[in-house]
C-alpha cells in the first residue's frame, strides 16, 4: 500500500523574457526557498532534492544538476535529475511523488527551471539526425502540421485557435506571476498577428521564458499534523510511445488515452467532466486545449473546440482550463510541466488569488512533451482519498 | 553599497553586476551509421529509395533504421524499392527562421508518403504557399548526379506533379 503524500510547499519565480538579476543557481534557489517558506521548513527537513529540466543542449551546460544542486541543499542527500522533454517538470513532481509514495522518503523536494534567455530551443530543437535534411524549425514546425490534421479532422472552425490564446492570455492578467501580460488582449489582436508556422500565429505560440518552480511533498503522518488546506495527491500516471512508426496517430497519441483512462482509473474518476473542478493542460500552442481536452478525454473526440467554443473552458466556465495563463503565458520549458502541476494544488489549496476556482476542491494538471509522446499527469484534491 | 561605504569601499564602474557572458562552445561528433542505414544511405548515394518491412505487421519504413520502433524487431537484410513520387499528408508554412536551415523564409514543410511506403518523410515542396493542400501529390526533385551523398538532402524537394489528389481516407493514418 503506496504512502499518501501530500504538496505542502510551492514556490514559483516570477517569469520574465530576461532574469538578468539571477544566475542558474539564483533562478531555482529562489523558487525553492519560497516553496521551503510556504511549507514552513528548512533545507535540513528535507530528505531528497529532485531536479527536471529540458535538454542540456538549450543552455549548453552540461549536467546542470551538479552545480544546482549545491544551491538547493542537497549536499549529501540523495539527488536525482529528471528528463522527459517538455513534459519534465510534470514528471519531475511524479518521481518525487513516488519516493514519498514508496516510502524511501518522508519530505522531499522538486525543482524544475529553464533559463531561455541564456539558451536557443529553436536551434536546439531543429537539430535533425545526420544525413537528414532539417525541416522542422523549432517545436512550432513540428506542431504545425499535426495542429492542421486536427482541423482536417475535427471540422474545428479557423478561429478555434485564436479564442484559446484571447482566454488564456486574459487569465494570464489575473496572475502578478506570468510572464506576457498583454493589456490590450482581444480577438483581433491576435487574428491579426503573424503567421509564424502556418497555421499558429504568433499570439497563439508560447513565449521563451526564465523562470523556476518548486514543490515540496510529504507524507500522509507528516502532512496530517498540518493545520493548513494541502493539496493530496490522487494519482500520477506517466506513458510515452515513439516519436515516428507507421499509422501513428500524432495528433491523438496511444499514450495519451492510455495515460488518462489509467490516471482515472486510479482516482475514481468515472465522469472526469464532471468530477474535476479544473485543468492545468500544457498548452504551448493554442490548438493543443481543444486537442488534449479530447486527449484527456474529457470530451468526444473531435469535440474539444465546441468546449472553447462554448466558453466551458474560460475561468467562469464548467470546466476551467490554464487559470494561470498557461503555457501561452510562461514558458520556462524544464519548469513549465511543475507550474501546472503547481497551479493544479494552488488551485484545491484555495491560494490561487485572482485566478482561483471557486470552490474548487479536485484539479488535473497536465505536461506533455517530445513529438507529442511523453505525458506526465496528476490529480490532486483537498480532501484525502 | 551602503556597506561598501560604510567600509569605505568607493563604488565604481567595476561594482556593476556581470550579467551576461557569451561562452561559445563548439564540437564535431563522429557518427556510426550502422549496417541498415548505411545500406540505406549506399541506396540513395546512388539515387534509390530504400525502404524495409516489418516482420510483425508488413508495413513498409522509409527511412528504415533497420528496426521496428513499435514492435521492437530487426527488419532483416531485404529491401523495399520506393518510388519517388509521393502524397502530402500534412504541411506547414514556416515563416521562423532557425541557424541550422539553410532555406528562404517562408517555406513549405511537408510530411510525406512516398508510394509504396507506410512513414511519413519530412522535406520541403517547391510551390506558391497558396497552392499547397493536404493529399497534394509530388514527386522528388534531384540534386545534379554529381553532387548526390550519403543524405536525404539529395532530394533538393518536392515539387506538385500532374495527378489526382490522393482521397482523405487513403492517408489520413499518417496524419
Partial sequence: MAELTAVVGIGQTKY???????????????????????ADCSWADIDAVILGKAPDLFEGVMMPELFLNEALGGAYKPMLRVHTAGSVGGSTAIVAASMVQSGVHDRVLCVAFEKQSESNAIWALTISAPFSLATVAGAGGYFAPLVRGYIRRSGAPEDTGIRVAVKDRENALRNP????????????????????????????????????????????????????????????????????????????????????????????????????????????????????????????????????????????????????????????????????????????????????????????????????????????????? | M????????????????????????????????????????????????????????????????????QHAVTFGDETVDLSDKGTIVTFSIVRVPSANIPLELPYIAVNVVLDGADTILMHVLDANPEDVHMGMRVQAVWKPREEWTTSTANILYFRAIDEPDADYDQYKEHI
Fill in chain 1, 16 to 38: 520574465e523574457a530576461k532574469r538578468l538579476d539571477l544566475s542558474m543557481p539564483g533562478l531555482v534557489r529562489d523558487a525553492a526557498e519560497k516553496a521551503l517558506v510556504d
Fill in chain 1, 177 to 385: 506571476l506570468a510572464h506576457l501580460r498583454l493589456e490590450d488582449i482581444s480577438f483581433d489582436l491576435v487574428a491579426n498577428s503573424p503567421m509564424l508556422w502556418d497555421p499558429i500565429r504568433y499570439l497563439e505560440t508560447c513565449p521563451s521564458s526564465d523562470g523556476a518552480c518548486a514543490l515540496v511533498l510529504e507524507n500522509e503522518s507528516l502532512a496530517s499534523k498540518r493545520s493548513n488546506k494541502l493539496a493530496w495527491i490522487h494519482a500520477t500516471e506517466m506513458r510515452s510511445e515513439p516519436t515516428m512508426f507507421s499509422g501513428r496517430d500524432q495528433v491523438m497519441p496511444q499514450a495519451t488515452l492510455d495515460n488518462a483512462k489509467n490516471l482515472y482509473k486510479k482516482a475514481g474518476i468515472t465522469k472526469p467532466r464532471e468530477e474535476i473542478d479544473c485543468a492545468e493542460i500544457y498548452v504551448p500552442f493554442s490548438w493543443f486545449e481543444p486537442m488534449w481536452m479530447e486527449g484527456m478525454l474529457i470530451t468526444e473526440p473531435n469535440q474539444g473546440w465546441k468546449m472553447t467554443y462554448e466558453g466551458a473552458t474560460a475561468l467562469d466556465g464548467d470546466f476551467p482550463v490554464n487559470m494561470s495563463g498557461g503555457v501561452l503565458s510562461s514558458n520556462p520549458i524544464g519548469a513549465s510541466g511543475l507550474i501546472r502541476f503547481a497551479e493544479a494544488a494552488r488551485q484545491v489549496r484555495g491560494i490561487a488569488g485572482e485566478h482561483q476556482v471557486d470552490g474548487a476542491r479536485k484539479a488535473l494538471g497536465h505536461a506533455y512533451g517530445g513529438g507529442s509522446q511523453y505525458f506526465s499527469t496528476w490529480i490532486v484534491d483537498s480532501a484525502k482519498p
Fill in chain 2, 2 to 69: 551602503s556597506d561598501r561605504q560604510m567600509d569605505g569601499d568607493k563604488p565604481s564602474e567595476h561594482d556593476e553586476d556581470v550579467t551576461l557572458l557569451r561562452v561559445p562552445v563548439s564540437l564535431d561528433y563522429d557518427y556510426s551509421a550502422g549496417v541498415s542505414a548505411s545500406r540505406f544511405l549506399r541506396g540513395i548515394e546512388q539515387g534509390k529509395l530504400l525502404g524495409q518491412r516489418c516482420p510483425v505487421d508488413g508495413r513498409v519504413y522509409f527511412p528504415s533504421r533497420g528496426s521496428c520502433p
